[in-house]
């Protein structure tokens, strides 16, 4: 009986052991130690975002401090994230609170946010970053890497006109390509 058990141990450490995952480690060298800057926010219809009578298909047209987005990567699989300087500032006047964007002088709190980073294949990166502005939930994107370029596509609630009326952005669901190039 106790070498039927000692046989079973065998087997199952043998077992364990010799399993190993169909996922071979992934180069990620491309993408680490160097900083990926943002170079164009573009969306599929254009919008005024500054309200200077100019709609645009590229954010960055809008606001510059929109290029401040960046992301970069290290060798043991961190990520740190800086974001942009665009704030929303909302005005109370009364009973009325009104909307408009513009470029922060400082950086935006939390200016740069942690978290980590794996290799789905050759070409998709899956990040996780920690949001500390919502006490510790994180979010998870993809990027797609090709020909030194990192793109990020999103489908998010965005402003796509101004209510003159109300004060306020009127906004859609709209798809969002973020493009990075390395610093």
Same mark, same amino acid.
């Given at each position: 009986?106790?070498?039927?058990?000692?046989?079973?141990?065998?087997?199952?450490?043998?077992?364990?052991?010799?399993? #190993?995952?169909?996922?071979?480690?992934?180069?990620?060298? =491309?993408?680490?130690?160097?900083?990926?800057?943002?170079?164009?926010?573009?969306?599929?219809?254009?919008?005024?975002?500054?309200?200077?009578?100019? &709609?645009?298909?590229?954010?960055?047209?809008?606001?510059?401090?929109?290029?401040?987005?960046? =992301?970069? =990567?290290?060798?043991?699989?961190?990520?740190?994230?800086?974001?942009?300087?665009?704030?929303?500032?909302?005005?109370?006047?009364?009973?009325?609170?009104?909307?408009?964007?513009?470029?922060?002088?400082?950086?935006?709190?939390?200016?740069?946010?942690?978290?980590?980073?794996?290799?789905?294949? +050759?070409?998709?990166?899956?990040?996780?970053?920690?949001?500390?502005? #919502?006490?510790?939930?994180? =979010?998870?994107?993809?990027?797609?890497?090709?020909?030194?370029?990192?793109?990020?596509?999103?489908? &998010?609630?965005?402003?796509?006109?101004?209510?003159?009326?109300?004060?306020?952005?009127?906004?859609?669901?709209?798809?969002? +390509?973020?493009?990075?190039?390395?610093?």
């Amino acid at each position: 009986m106790k070498k039927i058990k000692l046989l079973i141990k065998i087997l199952i450490v043998i077992f364990i052991t010799s399993c #190993s995952s169909d996922d071979s480690e992934i180069d990620s060298s =491309f993408i680490t130690d160097y900083s990926w800057k943002l170079i164009n926010y573009n969306l599929l219809q254009p919008v005024d975002l500054n309200l200077d009578g100019i &709609a645009s298909l590229d954010m960055t047209e809008e606001f510059d401090c929109i290029k401040d987005e960046s =992301f970069s =990567f290290n060798s043991i699989d961190q990520l740190f994230y800086t974001h942009s300087n665009l704030v929303l500032i909302l005005t109370n006047g009364g009973d009325v609170v009104t909307e408009r964007y513009e470029c922060s002088e400082g950086p935006v709190y939390p200016f740069i946010r942690t978290g980590y980073f794996r290799m789905i294949n +050759e070409n998709t990166i899956e990040i996780t970053i920690d949001d500390i502005l #919502s006490n510790g939930n994180i =979010f998870v994107l993809e990027l797609e890497y090709e020909n030194f370029i990192l793109t990020q596509t999103i489908t &998010a609630n965005y402003p796509v006109s101004y209510n003159q009326d109300t004060g306020t952005y009127n906004r859609e669901s709209l798809v969002i +390509e973020k493009v990075f190039i390395r610093d």
